[in-house]
């Protein structure tokens, strides 16, 4: 069957402020040292199982033209452009009924655009074990990332050991984010898995799901189908999407159907949810500091520090981010880089939406 992709690119990557803008969020700029961006490498990274005309990026219709910067290769036609954020569930559904105006059916893999994975062939084979389980009948196939610590900022995903197709496993339940206690718990436990938000099924598979647990948009994404190719299709999909319920996949689809199938994943994961992430996934120095730009460090010690041309001072600081652009600094305790979008909400209700 043929394997198509979907990156979902519509986000805005708050919580790397200040170097992720309204105009320019965390999906399209470069987080490791090689320079290439985070969609670039999303993109690069499953050509050998995806072909470029079959892959296609949904994302924010202001961020077109730098999708098609970036992706030059990929055809105009495959960047979608939602009209309004609807979260993923009308997302995922757009990108279905493109793929299913293309093919009478195809597998389709759904990823976010902003994840970093350390060993690509790894990903690949697990990537081609959820399509083998995905093609057969109508499963609904994600990727679980074994844990190695107790997170307590991502979701985790309950499945049976004693349920199995090949290396994949019977999902019990989806389990929102949990305290450190109870995140503890999961970890010794063994049979819960990081919700890491990849998902891979039969585009005929997620449609009929779609139109038994979200009718209303169902509805609206088969007039979105009709209109495809059409000179009406620009005003279909602004008046349709608009009218959609805001629903993510997972609780609009994943934890109410049947068949779902998870399938372990150890290939050095990361969902660069903030400005921590930098701290693994770029080298430190022997003081367990992250720098990058025009720094000079005394005393200071397991930090991330960023900027470009100014001169960067830091003395005596510990677990510190301190990220300089042109025209904002940021100055943030570890402990507190969740709270970062918080001074984005500060800044539009002073309504200073030049920083944003």
């Not at 949810?273 to 990058?292: C, D, K, M």
């Not at 570890?334 to 909400?345: P, Q, R």
């Amino acid at each position: 069957m043929k394997v198509t992709a979907m990156i979902m690119a519509g986000g805005r990557g708050e919580r790397f402020w200040p170097k992720s803008r309204k105009s320019l969020p965390k999906q399209f700029l470069s987080l490791t040292d090689d320079g290439v961006t985070m969609i670039q490498d999303t993109v690069s990274r499953i050509l050998p199982l995806v072909d470029m005309e079959d892959i296609y990026i949904v994302t924010n219709r202001d961020y077109k033209e730098l999708a098609m910067e970036q992706l030059p290769e990929l055809p105009e036609e495959n960047i979608l452009c939602e009209p309004v954020g609807r979260n993923t569930a009308p997302c995922v559904g757009l990108a279905a009924m493109h793929i299913g105006n293309k093919y009478d059916d195809a597998l389709m893999i759904v990823l976010p655009s902003d994840h970093l994975i350390k060993y690509n062939s790894m990903f690949l084979n697990v990537l081609r074990d959820a399509c083998a389980v995905a093609e057969k009948g109508e499963n609904l196939t994600t990727i679980g990332i074994t844990p190695n610590y107790p997170e307590t900022g991502y979701g985790y995903i309950k499945f049976d050991p004693d349920q199995s197709e090949g290396r994949a496993y019977g999902v019990e339940r989806f389990v929102e984010k949990p305290d450190l206690k109870t995140a503890k718990k999961y970890l010794a436990d063994e049979s819960y898995l990081w919700n890491s938000g990849m998902f891979v099924w039969k585009v005929s598979t997620i449609l009929a799901d779609i139109e038994k647990y979200i009718p209303n948009t169902y509805a609206g994404l088969v007039k979105i189908k009709e209109a495809i190719g059409t000179e009406e299709q620009d005003a279909v999909l602004e008046a349709e999407f608009q009218k959609m319920e805001s629903e993510s996949i997972d609780y609009g689809i994943m934890e109410k159907a049947d068949h779902i199938y998870v399938i372990p994943g150890t290939f050095g994961w990361d969902d660069v949810g903030s400005w921590l992430a930098v701290g693994r996934i770029r080298s430190t120095n022997e003081f367990g500091n992250t720098v990058q730009g025009n720094v000079i460090t005394v005393e200071t010690k397991n930090s991330i520090i960023e900027g470009t041309d100014k001169l960067i001072a830091a003395v005596g600081l510990k677990d510190i981010i301190v990220v300089d652009t042109d025209d904002a600094l940021l100055i943030c305790d570890k402990g507190h880089a969740g709270d970062i979008k918080k001074v984005l909400e500060n800044l539009r209700i002073c309504n200073r939406n030049e920083y944003i």
